[in-house]
């Protein structure tokens, strides 16, 4: 596994780990479409994606397609970092709460980090960013 800068000066790629418990997952992220798995017993919407329920432990799922938007739930500013993150650096940490529930740790990009606009509550939309091996990295963008 390598972590190396992307072009144009985005945030890292690294190639995932793709294993059958999360492939449905992947080939949607291969071709910029959320794909989560959603427990056929409660309904939870599970993240990260795998085919156990976290909430009453059921193993049936159903993948669909999310809408891929929600809302920056806790965010931070990292400004100094090792290795190709510290050549980004400043990037941003982020809770996405997607509109199907789950709370995803990921990157906010397309938006300066000093920028006022960024702030809990800032609406958000799925973005993927490719790696070398053509898989895709979930981030999010301002609306
Ligand atoms: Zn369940």
């Known amino acids: 596994m390598s972590t190396e800068p992307s072009p144009r000066g985005h945030l890292p790629v690294v190639e995932p780990p793709v294993n059958p418990d999360t492939a449905p997952?992947?080939?949607?992220?291969?071709?910029?479409?959320l794909v989560l798995p959603r427990c056929d017993r409660c309904g939870f919407v599970i993240w990260y994606p795998r085919e156990f329920c976290p909430e009453c432990a059921a193993t049936e799922v159903t993948w669909f397609e999310a809408?891929?938007?929600?809302t920056?739930?806790?965010?931070?500013v990292?400004?100094?970092?090792?290795?190709?993150?510290?050549?980004?650096?400043p990037f941003v940490i982020a809770y996405v709460e997607l509109t199907e529930g789950p709370r995803v740790l990921t990157n906010i990009v397309g938006i300066d980090p000093?920028?006022?606009?960024?702030?809990?509550?800032?609406e958000v939309t799925a973005v993927w960013e490719?790696?070398?091996?053509g898989q895709g990295?979930?981030?999010?963008?301002?609306?």
């Open 25 to 33: 997952y992947w080939r949607g992220a291969a071709e910029g479409r």
């Open 67 to 70: 809408t891929g938007r929600g």
């Open 78 to 89: 990292t400004r100094r970092a090792h290795g190709a993150w510290g050549e980004v650096a």
């Open 72 to 76: 920056v739930y806790s965010f931070t």
């Open 130 to 133: 490719p790696t070398p091996e």
């Open 137 to 143: 990295i979930l981030r999010f963008a301002p609306t």
């Open 114 to 122: 000093d920028d006022d606009r960024l702030a809990i509550g800032l």
